[in-house]
């Protein structure tokens, strides 16, 4: 009879560990990383169209298929993961403007820059647009140490544009930046307001034809 249990014992053991050794290679190298880039790619969308209230946990843990108690294998608060989706969205929308304004051909880069910027198609693909226009306001009102790395990308984002910007020395370019980046957030930011198509179109071009009429390259 002892010698049945210890059988018996031996051979729950032995399935416990071949099931965890199944489990373990279930996942090929580098599935964690790949699972941790699409939640934050994912969620990074879901903040551009929602706000940052608006990418609760569970909300993006189903989006990707996973529990929520598996998103604490990859971030240590909700915090963390919004701020990867911040830093995600400016990354994401700032390669698409610098491979537009390297492609820039014949025309000015910052030309370029603005007439994309103030198109149709990131008037309406809210989820992939700039995170100055959509969470302005929502990275204002966080914490002190947020907002902080939150001025860290914006930085990175203002040394990324500001090579294509017009003017001659790097004090103008960066002033350009500004003043150009900061009328088409905000004519964005408007557009989005007003239902109108015809509404939203005029905005866009009259900001778009204001802009590129009023800097020298």
Request: proline share 3%; hydrophobic share 45%.
């Given at each position: 009879?002892?010698?049945?249990?210890?059988?018996?014992?031996?051979?729950?053991?032995?399935?416990?560990?071949?099931?965890?050794?199944?489990?373990?290679?279930?996942?090929?190298?580098?599935?964690?990383?790949?699972?941790?880039?699409?939640?934050?790619?994912?969620?990074?969308?879901?903040?551009?169209?929602?706000?940052?209230?608006?990418?609760?946990?569970?909300?993006v843990m189903r989006d990707t298929g996973l529990t929520h108690g598996g998103f604490y294998k990859h971030f240590e608060s909700k915090d963390e993961l919004?701020?990867?989706?911040?830093?995600?969205?400016?990354?994401?929308?700032?390669?698409?403007?610098?491979?537009?304004?390297?492609?820039?051909?014949?025309?000015?880069?910052?030309?370029?820059?603005?007439?994309?910027?103030?198109?149709?198609?990131?008037?309406?693909?809210?989820?992939?647009?700039?995170?100055?226009?959509?969470?302005?306001?929502?990275?204002?009102?966080?914490?002190?140490?947020?907002?902080?790395?939150?001025?860290?990308?914006?930085?990175?984002?203002?040394?990324?544009?500001?090579?294509?910007?017009?003017?001659?020395?790097?004090?103008?370019?960066?002033?350009?930046?500004?003043?150009?980046?900061?009328?088409?957030?905000?004519?964005?930011?408007?557009?989005?307001?007003?239902?109108?198509?015809?509404?939203?179109?005029?905005?866009?071009?009259?900001?778009?034809?204001?802009?590129?009429?009023?800097?020298?390259?």
């Amino acid at each position: 009879m002892v010698i049945i249990l210890w059988m018996q014992l031996i051979f729950v053991c032995a399935l416990e560990m071949s099931q965890s050794i199944l489990k373990t290679m279930r996942y090929a190298p580098g599935h964690k990383a790949e699972v941790h880039r699409k939640i934050v790619q994912d969620s990074s969308r879901r903040v551009r169209a929602e706000g940052l209230a608006g990418a609760g946990v569970a909300s993006v843990m189903r989006d990707t298929g996973l529990t929520h108690g598996g998103f604490y294998k990859h971030f240590e608060s909700k915090d963390e993961l919004l701020l990867a989706s911040i830093k995600e969205a400016f990354r994401d929308f700032s390669d698409r403007l610098v491979a537009a304004a390297q492609q820039a051909g014949s025309d000015e880069p910052w030309k370029v820059i603005v007439k994309s910027y103030l198109g149709l198609e990131n008037l309406r693909r809210v989820e992939e647009s700039c995170p100055l226009s959509t969470l302005a306001t929502d990275m204002a009102r966080t914490d002190k140490k947020m907002r902080g790395e939150i001025v860290v990308e914006l930085i990175k984002y203002k040394e990324l544009m500001t090579p294509f910007m017009p003017g001659r020395r790097k004090a103008e370019k960066e002033r350009n930046f500004f003043v150009i980046f900061s009328a088409m957030t905000g004519a964005l930011q408007l557009a989005r307001i007003i239902p109108d198509p015809g509404a939203q179109e005029k905005i866009l071009a009259s900001t778009r034809e204001f802009l590129l009429s009023s800097f020298e390259g």
